[in-house]
């Protein structure tokens, strides 16, 4: 008899577990948690009880040993990303594990070895890439009444100076900063949009003088069929948007990184015509991303099919970002690699 669902542990309980994607999981049809571990036993009773888990752990390998868990959500730090979705795979727990999945484009074909050998599911959670306003979005770039993709401009800013902060913690080349935190969005949505990779990258980053952290940073990034701009920041004024320029129209994604669950999201498309005119609203009914990706991921476990970001997607994500690190470094123009073992 097939199963009906998949049995989630959670490794952690970081902000972004306990806000956003427990809620979220709670609420899918084919997704249920069955356990959640902390380093810290007290936390994950408290966090267990507050959302009626059945199982709490005080360490990450007896969540690892549990048998009523298929698929194991990594929430952790940066730097420990491909530590424990390793052991999560050895395991025999599918995985999805936060963004960035790694550091290191070698670490992402140390992945894909091991999830070919045990034969299981894994991805980064992007959850953005199976919001509905996305599907809408890449439907219209890729009709014929848009035009041929020629441009995209992003922007992705917070406001957090708090030293104590996870993502202020850790430089830039250990995880922390604007680039790996925000600038990953833009990057993958980039490439999901003009359905290509980048030929070259180029990048401006500007560093905090106390934390070590990149906090503003501006790239540019050559695709065969147009460009990509994007500034992310961590110490200005919160703001995001992604614009999409065709030959003919131009469409605009209000949200397009953390669309509130309880508000329809808005997308704007501009016709070929006076710039003057007021853009078309299209409005996609309201709709929990975390819900959606985590029962995405269940059913390409329930039924065998391929996850929304494999980690063939994830490899050529990581590589434009180190290639974004190389040219703050260098100044110069940088070829994406994909890593060598």
């Known amino acids: 008899m097939q199963k009906e669902s998949i049995r989630w542990g959670i490794l952690g309980t970081a902000k972004i577990a306990v806000k956003s994607v427990i809620p979220g999981f709670m609420r899918a049809k084919y997704s249920v948690i069955t356990a959640i571990a902390s380093r810290n036993g007290e936390k994950a009773r408290s966090v267990a009880d507050q959302f009626g888990i059945p199982q709490s752990y005080g360490s990450y390998e007896d969540l690892l040993e549990d048998q009523n868990v298929d698929a194991v959500y990594i929430p952790l730090p940066n730097h420990l990303h491909v530590e424990w979705s390793k052991k999560c795979l050895e395991a025999g727990k599918h995985v999805l594990c936060e963004k960035p999945m790694a550091l290191r484009g070698s670490d992402i ?188 991921f269940s059913l390409a476990i329930l039924k065998d099919h391929e996850v929304a970001v494999p980690l063939e997607n994830t490899l050529a994500n990581t590589a434009v970002l180190e290639a974004l690190f190389r040219s703050a470094i260098s100044g110069s123009w940088e070829i994406p690699s994909k890593g060598e073992k």
């Open 109 to 296: 074909l140390e992945l894909i070895e091991v999830r070919d050998r045990r034969g299981l599911k894994i991805s980064e959670a992007f959850m953005v890439h199976t919001h509905p306003q996305w599907a809408r979005a890449r439907s219209i770039v890729k009709g014929q009444r848009f035009g041929q993709l020629r441009a995209v401009q992003g922007f992705f800013s917070y406001y957090n100076t708090d030293t104590g902060n996870i993502r202020n913690k850790y430089p830039s080349d250990e995880g922390g900063g604007a680039l790996w935190d925000i600038g990953c969005y833009p990057v993958h949505t980039s490439r999901f949009m003009f359905d290509e990779e980048p030929t070259r990258v180029i990048c401006n980053l500007e560093k905090d003088p106390e934390m070590k952290i990149d906090r503003l940073n501006s790239a540019i990034l050559e695709f065969p069929s147009g460009q990509a701009t994007f500034i992310s920041a961590t110490q200005i004024v919160p703001w995001q948007r992604m614009i999409f320029f065709g030959e003919r129209q131009r469409l605009e994604i209000e949200i397009p990184f953390n669309q509130p669950p309880d508000l329809p999201a808005r997308l704007f498309l501009d016709k070929a015509g006076d710039i003057r005119l007021k853009p078309e609203h299209i409005l996609i009914p309201p709709s929990n991303q975390y819900s959606v990706q985590a029962d995405e």
